[in-house]
């Protein structure tokens, strides 16, 4: 009974101690920020390198996403004789909520859980030590780049995502179940508001994207300096990021969309 | 102030240095002196902390109490961007090489230039080209690190650490795991940096034969005391029991072979009683 004590306070304890080192971490990223707006080209191969990573299975979940949402809302749509509002219902469904949630978990899987080992193993090998006594902050160097790069990347994938999506709806709506052409782009079009919904779920997409950038290099900087560690890390970033996304993403939905 | 920071025969200066990770002490007071122009060598068996030590030298630990002086400067007491000033003028060598392994060699050894200067890419060249021609690895540089033996590793690792033409530069266990010929030529070129570049190196290492031959002082360290010191031949000759059975390579003796460890018996009785 002591012992399960001892272990659930040592546990909590470790817990406060990791969120008191991730907060001074996201501090120090941010102080660095200054110098990154000095060297835009580092932001930008790391952009590279992100977009490179995530493009492929976000094209292709996206397409497959809009897909089985045509059929699905069709299925429902058609009983009240509403399938002109097709269009609208994948497009509001894509933008609000399921390209930014669907993308932030994809991305951290994909280009998250990359981070962490990237900057894990730089750590397991001297890598980061090498640099820092080379008078070069890897906070600035290393960390500071990824995540402004991070942050960057997940809206533009977030926005690909829901636009293939809306065009795998098309597809499947339109070209296979026979929805009229012009009702499915004029009634999309009418229906979904720039600042209720593209604007809303762009802001829930940069917030996913501070959030996935900074747990993944956050545990990649914080990592146990041993193959294990790094590995173990890898994980926890999957886990943790996609967890916070999908909390997040009730607090923002009921805060953003209360009166829509 | 001026009677703390030594001489200025004396580059790196330490004094009554105590340090401990947690409750296991790795340095229990602990004096050195590191002179200009001089190859240093810290001894001592794995894990009595000399990589702790050159950590403490560079800035990355701060010990529990005592002094480290770096070319006048107080380290412990130094700001970060004081530090960093500082660091500019000391190359380290891990003991992993610690090169990048997402550049190129060429790229690893310019990595300093490009961060602390602003030269123009042809004068980075030649100066990466010379660095690397030093070492004798200047047909290697399109290399990546994964293409390099260990001993090529440490040796980029080595033209990296001076590309900034440093005051000193720090060996953490150059000649572990190498050949002979590599250890060979490693030592050669530990020895000729020092003399043609005029800087002064602190070597850490285990291997007893390769150092005595290149260095001019020794210190040999373990269980947190510095057991003895001189020149190589000086210790060799000693008639102490410690610096004998390091110097001889005997197993056991004053030094021992166990990390520190509850008693035996009582370990494996405990042991039986957790199932
Ligand atoms: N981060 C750390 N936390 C706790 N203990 C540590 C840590 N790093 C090193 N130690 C301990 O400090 C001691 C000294 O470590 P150090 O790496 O300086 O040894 P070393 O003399 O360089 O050994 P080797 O010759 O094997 O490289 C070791 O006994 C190790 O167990
Ligand atoms: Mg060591």
Do not use: C
């Not at chain 2, 070319?71 to 003028?89: I, N, T, W, Y």
């Amino acid at each position: 009974m002591l012992n399960w004590l001892q272990r659930l306070g040592r546990g909590a304890l470790d817990n406060f101690a990791g969120l008191g080192r991730a907060s001074l971490f996201l501090g120090h990223t941010l102080s660095g920020l200054p110098s990154v707006l000095a060297h835009p080209r580092r932001v930008i191969a790391q952009l590279h390198s992100i977009g490179v990573l995530s493009l492929v299975i976000i094209l292709v979940a996206g397409l497959a996403v809009g897909m089985v949402l045509g059929l699905q809302m069709y299925n429902t749509l058609v009983d009240f004789g509403a399938e002109a509002s097709l269009g609208p219902a994948i497009a509001l469904t894509l933008v609000r909520e399921l390209g930014p949630v669907v993308a932030a978990l994809l991305f951290a899987g994909r280009a998250g859980s990359a981070l962490t080992a990237e900057i894990g193993l730089m750590k397991a090998s001297e890598q980061l030590s090498g640099m820092e006594m080379m008078a070069v902050d890897p906070m600035l160097r290393i960390v500071a780049p990824r995540f402004i790069a991070g942050v960057l990347a997940l809206p533009l994938l977030s926005a690909i995502f829901s636009a293939v999506g809306v065009l795998g709806g098309y597809f499947v709506g339109v070209g296979l179940l026979g929805v009229d052409d012009g009702a499915f782009w004029s009634q999309m079009q009418s229906r979904v508001d720039f600042y209720d919904d593209v604007l809303n779920g762009v802001i829930k997409s940069v917030v996913f994207g501070i959030i996935v950038s900074w747990v993944a290099l956050f545990q990649g900087y914080d990592t146990v300096p041993t193959t294990e560690g790094v590995s173990r890390s890898t994980t926890r970033t999957v886990v943790y990021a996609s967890l916070a996304v999908l909390g997040l993403d009730f607090i923002l939905t009921a805060l953003m969309f209360r009166d829509v | 102030m001026s009677e703390m920071t030594g001489s200025s025969e004396t580059l790196v200066q330490v004094r009554g240095l105590k340090f401990s990770y947690g409750r296991r002490v790795i340095f229990d007071g602990v004096d050195m002196d590191f002179l200009r122009g001089k190859v240093t060598t810290i001894m001592g068996p794995s894990g009595t902390g000399k990589t702790t030590m050159l950590r403490m030298i560079g800035g990355q630990l701060r010990p529990d109490s005592g002094q480290v002086h770096v070319d006048g400067q107080s380290v412990p007491e130094l700001s970060r961007r004081q530090l960093f000033e500082l660091r500019k003028k000391m190359g380290m060598m891990f003991q992993t090489g610690a090169l990048f392994t997402s550049m190129s060699v060429f790229d690893n050894v310019a990595f300093p230039v490009r961060e602390h200067t602003n030269l123009p890419e042809q004068l980075i060249r030649d100066l990466v080209l010379m660095k690397l021609e030093a070492v004798g690895l200047r047909g290697a540089h399109k290399l990546m690190p994964a293409e390099l033996s260990g001993g090529m590793a440490r040796r980029v690792a080595l033209a990296r650490a001076i590309a900034l033409d440093p005051l000193m530069i720090m060996y953490d266990e150059p000649f572990t795991g190498q050949d002979p010929i590599t250890v060979g030529v490693i030592m050669q070129l530990i020895r000729k940096i020092n003399d043609t570049l005029g800087l002064t190196s602190i070597i850490v290492s285990h291997d007893v034969a390769e150092v005595s031959a290149i260095s001019d002082y020794i210190y040999l360290i373990s269980n947190g005391k510095v057991i003895g010191h001189g020149a190589p031949s000086q210790l060799a000759a000693s008639g102490s029991g410690w610096v004998t059975q390091f110097m001889h390579g005997q197993p056991d003796g004053p030094v021992p072979f166990h990390y520190p460890a509850p008693d035996y018996a009582t370990d494996l009785l405990d042991g039986a009683g957790h199932e």
